[in-house]
């Protein structure tokens, strides 16, 4: 009877071979830095533009592409150099129209004008003298549009104060309820981080925001990073850390912003990936038993994209309003309240007074108490304030004597200075 008996002595290597190797032979060095090919290559270039971007440069050539088709025009589109490109844009800027064979708006204009200076941003369009004839017949294009009274393109509208008030009033975003609570956590942080319509939104998660206190004690709620923005995507920037905006709370309110959103991530899943989820689709009450009221389903771009759309419906709001009128509203509260330029563009995040302007608008309000004072009659038709002025030695001082009873109307003073003391006597 034979027993075969079978010696490995070469163990996990299996032969002389490899276990030689494996003694004697330095392994090879870990690859500090990551091996790319072309393609991947491109996409990271690709990526330096934002996705709106490149649906926008797609649409522009989409556009031009049909208006070389219809002039029967065969050169192909990286065949034009700057002379041809030159002629070619002359007669396409004045005779381009959209699918109603209508002319587009100013900004549609302005579109398409960018998506081709992208496409061939070898030649520098907007500068290269070279483009100076087609760039002369795209400024007497928007010329025309604005004389003949169709330029109607306006900035988004700053939600007046009768809506606000309807909003915070309204049970919709009652936080007693978890689609009301969600639409006022998601309104919170829209208009006092004064975010830009849809941006970013999506990629929002709970750890995102940070709770802390001041030096005071007082809680706030902070962004836990340097959100990119369309401002702002340089990460050398030194005032990064100041855009990251504060959401202060408010003792006694019983909407506090504070505790609306602690409230809302208490009632999240611990592990949900996303901030704004879908409310679970059963009715309140039983909800009101549960620990937890949102599903880990995350609420989608277009979803987000339509809130204020949404919120405007519901709360029978006076207008339909959008996203991006939550920034021109927190600019418009700012303003109204007194701060400066400086301080409004540290919240917005602009980096410009200019682009700042286009924010603001004046209320209503505003305009009705122009057009009193142009006119003359006062708000009630009443005389403006008594002026005396002040005894001798010609200082130049003054007394203001007016009537603040209920009666005598609203009283206005505005872009003054008081030098001096300011005294109510209050009459009963």
């Not at 071979?17 to 830095?33: C, G, S, V």
């Not at 934002?50 to 065969?74: D, M, Y």
């Not at 109603?100 to 290269?128: C, D, E, M, P, T």
């Not at 949900?272 to 989608?300: C, N, V």
Request: charged letters at 25%; glycine letters at 8%; a positive charge.
């Amino acid at each position: 009877m034979e027993f075969p008996i079978n010696f490995n002595i070469y163990g996990e290597y299996e032969n002389a071979q490899r276990w030689w190797e494996a003694q004697f032979l330095t392994p090879p060095k870990p690859k500090r830095h990551q091996d790319l090919t072309e393609e991947e290559l491109e996409q990271i270039e690709e990526n330096r533009h934002e996705i709106n971007t490149k649906r926008s440069t797609a649409w522009t050539i989409k556009v031009f592409k049909e208006f070389l088709l219809e002039k029967n025009i065969r050169t192909e589109l990286d065949e034009f150099d700057e002379g041809a490109l030159d002629k070619v844009l002359r007669l396409f800027y004045a005779s381009v129209r959209n699918a109603q064979g209508k002319k587009y708006s100013v900004a549609s204009y302005a579109a398409l004008r960018g998506g081709i200076s992208r496409y061939y941003s070898k030649f520098n369009i907007y500068h290269n003298t070279a483009f100076k004839s087609s760039n002369n017949v795209f400024k007497s294009v928007l010329k025309d549009l604005r004389k003949s009274g169709k330029d109607c393109s306006q900035h988004h509208q700053a939600i007046s104060p009768a809506d606000l008030q309807r909003i915070k009033d309204s049970p919709a975003l009652s936080t007693s309820t978890a689609t009301g609570l969600v639409r006022r956590v998601w309104f919170n942080t829209q208009l006092h981080l004064a975010r830009r319509g849809r941006e970013g939104n999506r990629e929002l998660t709970p750890a995102s925001f940070e709770l802390k206190k001041d030096e005071n004690g007082n809680e706030y709620i902070t962004l836990a990073h340097n959100a990119e923005t369309k401002n702002h995507k340089d990460p050398r920037d030194p005032c990064q850390q100041v855009y990251r905006g504060c959401i202060y709370s408010e003792p006694g309110n019983p909407n506090c912003p504070v505790q609306t959103f602690k409230k809302y991530l208490s009632l999240c899943p611990s592990d949900a990936t996303a901030l704004y989820l879908h409310p679970i689709k059963q009715d309140q009450a039983i909800l009101d038993q549960k620990t937890i009221w949102f599903s880990r389903e995350p609420m989608g771009k277009n979803y987000l994209g339509s809130m204020m759309a949404n919120i405007s419906q519901v709360c029978g709001l006076s207008r339909r309003y959008t996203n991006h009128s939550l920034r021109s509203t927190a600019v418009q509260m700012l303003s109204s309240a007194g701060l400066e330029t400086r301080e409004i563009m540290t919240v917005t995040g602009h980096r410009c007074e200019t682009s700042l302007k286009s924010y603001w608008a004046p209320s209503t309000t505003d305009r009705q108490r122009w057009s009193h004072i142009l006119s003359g009659a006062g708000p009630s038709n009443t005389p403006g304030p008594v002026v005396k002025q002040g005894g001798g030695g010609g200082g130049g001082g003054g007394e203001i004597n007016q009537d603040l009873s209920a009666d005598a109307g609203p009283f206005f003073l505005s872009n003054c200075t008081f030098n001096g003391n300011v005294q109510f006597n209050i009459h009963k």
